[in-house]
């Protein structure tokens, strides 16, 4: 069976991360840890874009070389994900000779196939975006600002290399029509579309002059040449795999099943890149099967961007905001996914984090964990009880649990984090209202314990469930739930949530702790 392939962006090393980066590489995540659940293969790819005019001038600033610059900033990416439990399989570093060989081959093949033509290139460049504008894209502006970030311009005129782009537009726009699913949400998709109604620049440029810039990857057909930022690093989600070297690895792993970018990349990932696999002889199979740009995270009205100097650090917000959060990067997580619809924007807001925890954390999910256990604890001495003969309400209690692998997947399918999450987080107030009806403190003094045992048993299971459909989100406090029900790391399928039962009779409770400590934060 292919291996299920998940991307996110490559980050510009010209600064440390922020909540924005964090978020695609935390939707990626649950989603690649999602595929695993359902039993698949998967390689789950990220990591950092370290070449470009935007590192060159950030490391001058310093007083750093560009290599020594990305070294110091790569650290933070990657501690960070750690810290935020991101599973990736590889990290690229597009300044590692694995990946320079292999943009130098498939360059070096573009321009034997005679794909590429060498001219003199004027237009607009914008260093932030590190990407070129025509004087037709700008018409309808009437002044040289990018389109994209509303920033200046500057003009270039320059000798390059360039690839064919208009000639692929009628190609590109059969290719998104004929697949639907290519570029989600629906809203960007549209976007594309009306991207390729009119007619697209005759071409790209895919080289810098080292007069101008230095620090990339150099051409092999031109000393004087290095390749442009965009195209060395879209690049990285094939040559990773495999490509051109390694055959028989990358057609296990290729095609991408889901790039995960923001909506300020579509342009460069739903148009150059398609174009420049279509210019490889990459057929209409083998391109990417899903491209879905989420949102952006505003900061009141304005986007967060390193440029626009709002950035909030995720370190800053698990440290302090969170200080008191054994689970603090779980708690992080789960806001980024719950709080808004993937594929829309969203505003970040330090209350907003709190609300979700106090509700939703803590008093919904942690108060079921803490007063299922505690009861165990009390009424069977830690041990899980036989829970025979269900009465109608533990069974309504199972039912809904049984259907949330089926919800799950549904959401899944539509990449909807956050309906995914709603779904269980309703399973989990019901199962709080279960505690209330049934109220098993007084099942205890009235001495029905086999009763008693029938709910314990269904809380149990319930917890038992919850573990396995939420790793994807929060795997720490899904592991924690494990640990707390005396149930080992043993390897766990999305199909287990649904059996049941799932837990053993006399199971001994492991040790318990709070899942999230009420108070300072
Ligand atoms: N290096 C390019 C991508 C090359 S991919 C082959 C780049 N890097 S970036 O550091 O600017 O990060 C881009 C990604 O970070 C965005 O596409 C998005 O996924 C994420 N975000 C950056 N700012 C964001 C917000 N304010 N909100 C949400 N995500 C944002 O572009």
């Not at 002044?143 to 920033?151: G, L, N, Y």
Request: glycine content about 8%.
């Amino acid at each position: 069976m292919k291996t299920t392939y998940v991307t996110t962006p490559l980050y510009y090393v010209n600064a440390s991360p922020h909540i924005g980066h964090s978020y695609t590489n935390i939707a990626a995540d649950c989603y690649a840890r999602y595929r695993r659940l359902r039993g698949e293969q998967v390689f789950f790819l990220t990591g950092t874009d370290e070449h470009g005019q935007k590192i060159a001038q950030a490391a001058l600033a310093s007083g750093k070389t560009p290599q020594q610059f990305a070294d110091d900033v790569v650290v933070h990416f990657q501690s960070l994900w750690e810290r935020l439990r991101i599973s990736h399989d590889d990290f690229i570093r597009t300044t590692q000779p694995r990946h320079e060989e292999a943009v130098k081959r498939i360059v070096a093949a573009w321009e034997r196939a005679g794909k590429l033509r060498k001219s003199s290139y004027q237009g607009w460049y914008c260093t932030p975006d590190e990407t070129f504008w025509t004087d037709a894209e700008l018409a309808e502006l009437g002044r040289p600002v990018c389109p994209a970030c509303q920033r200046p311009l500057e003009r270039t005129q320059e000798e390059g290399w360039y690839l064919e782009l208009e000639a692929h537009r009628g190609w590109l726009a059969g290719h998104v029509k004929a697949h639907p699913e290519f570029v989600r949400p629906e809203s960007r998709r549209n976007e594309l579309m009306g991207l390729l109604e009119a007619p697209l620049p005759e071409h790209l440029c895919i080289t810098r002059p080292k007069t101008r810039l230095t620090w990339g990857i150099e051409a092999p057909f031109s000393p004087d040449h290095v390749i442009y930022v965009w195209i060395d690093a879209l690049l990285n989600y094939i040559t990773v795999p495999g490509y051109p070297a390694d055959a028989d690895r990358f057609s296990g792993i290729w095609p991408a099943d889901i790039h995960f970018i923001g909506k300020d990349i579509l342009r460069h990932h739903a148009l150059y890149w398609p174009i420049m696999l279509h210019a490889l002889g990459f057929t209409d199979e083998q391109m990417p099967r899903t491209i879905f740009a989420h949102g952006w995270w505003r900061i009141g009205e304005q986007k967060m961007s390193k440029s626009l100097g709002n950035i909030i650090d995720p370190s800053a917000v698990l440290t302090h905001v969170l200080a008191a959060q054994p689970h603090a990067a779980d708690v992080y997580r789960y806001f980024l996914l719950r709080e808004v619809p993937f594929g829309q924007d969203g505003g970040f807001s330090e209350d907003a984090l709190r609300v979700r925890l106090n509700a939703d954390l803590g008093n919904d999910l942690g108060n079921l964990v803490h007063r299922t256990l505690s009861m165990i604890e009390r009424y069977e001495g830690g041990a899980i009880p036989a829970g025979d003969g269900l009465g109608s309400e533990d069974r309504a209690l199972r039912e809904a649990v049984q259907a949330l692998p089926g919800t799950l997947d549904a959401a899944m399918a539509d990449v909807q984090f956050s309906s995914a999450l709603e779904a269980i987080m309703r399973v989990i107030s019901q199962a709080n209202q279960y505690i209330e009806s049934q109220a098993p403190w007084t099942l205890a003094k009235q001495g029905d314990s086999r009763r008693l045992r029938a709910v314990l048993r269904t809380l149990a299971e319930t917890i038992r469930a919850a573990s396995i459909l939420l790793e994807p989100f929060m795997p720490g406090v899904a592991a924690a739930i494990r640990a707390q029900l005396g149930l080992g790391e043993a390897p766990r399928l999305l199909a287990d949530a649904a059996a049941w039962p799932g837990l053993a009779d006399g199971q001994r409770l492991g040790p318990k702790a709070v899942l999230f400590p009420k108070g300072t934060s």
